[in-house]
């Protein structure tokens, strides 16, 4: 299986700064196919389903407003939320689609310092 | 609107069997891959395994094959986690999502997800 692992744990950060999560994988999940990595990113926010934030390592989903970015490519991801507001406090995943099992994070928990 | 509705909570005894559901409208059903997620209270989320409706074809995490059957009946677009002897240990949120699919035809992450199915087995 690949092992996909986040860090931090968690981390707070005041509202409208940065907040920078990272993921890494055990091997690649660059897709060769379409040049790609096999990499999205979930939030989730207490008693809620996941919402897909990015996939492709870097494609935004639709309506996801573009303060989330994705960026990384091999083994190394990273999600950056760029001015942090309110409503982002929630835990973030990443999950490799590469190859079966389709494994995830342990998740990052984020809250407002 | 497409959407994945999942069948409701359910409170077994160990050793009873069980089946949920996952019905999916408002797109192709037999197009998209549906997979299940584990959530155990105040855990992470864990792969289980997908289907692809049109054919049936599953794949399972090593971790809960032999323990769970995924199954999908496409004459009602509706996919099946199924367990035969439950253990207190798959007290759980359960969620069924659907792989999205680019232009290009290549499959991605969960795009659409279920509402969750809380199972709680308990003596």
């Known amino acids: 299986d690949i092992v996909m692992t986040q860090s931090p744990d968690s981390l707070a950060v005041s509202l409208g700064e940065r907040a920078t999560i990272n993921c890494k994988s055990s091997?690649?999940?660059?897709?060769?196919?379409?040049?790609?990595?096999?990499l999205a990113w979930y939030q989730q926010k207490p008693g809620q389903p996941p919402k897909l934030l990015i996939y492709?390592?870097?494609t935004r989903e639709s309506g996801v407003p573009d303060r989330f970015s994705g960026s990384g490519s091999g083994t190394d991801f990273t999600l950056t939320i760029s001015s942090l507001q309110a409503e982002d406090v929630a835990v973030y995943y990443c999950q490799q689609y590469y190859t079966t099992p389709q494994t995830f994070g342990q998740g990052t928990r984020l809250e407002i310092k | 609107e497409v959407q994945l509705v999942q069948s409701g909570a359910e409170v077994k005894k160990p050793g009873e069997s069980l089946k949920i559901s996952c019905k999916g409208s408002g797109y192709s059903f037999t197009s998209y891959w549906i997979g299940w997620v584990r959530q155990m209270p105040g855990k992470g989320l864990e792969w289980m395994g997908i289907i692809y409706p049109s054919d049936s074809d599953t794949r399972y995490s090593p971790s809960f094959q032999g323990q769970v059957t995924i199954s999908a009946d496409k004459s009602i677009t509706t996919a099946y986690l199924q367990w035969s002897s439950l253990k207190a240990s798959d007290t759980a949120m359960y969620y069924c999502?659907?792989?999205?699919?680019?232009?290009?035809?290549?499959?991605?992450?969960?795009?659409?997800w279920g509402q969750g199915t809380t199972v709680t087995v308990s003596s």
């Open positions: 999502a659907r792989r999205g699919r680019g232009p290009g035809g290549y499959y991605y992450g969960m795009d659409v």
């Open positions: 492709w390592a870097s």
């Open positions: 091997q690649s999940v660059l897709y060769s196919s379409n040049n790609k990595n096999s």
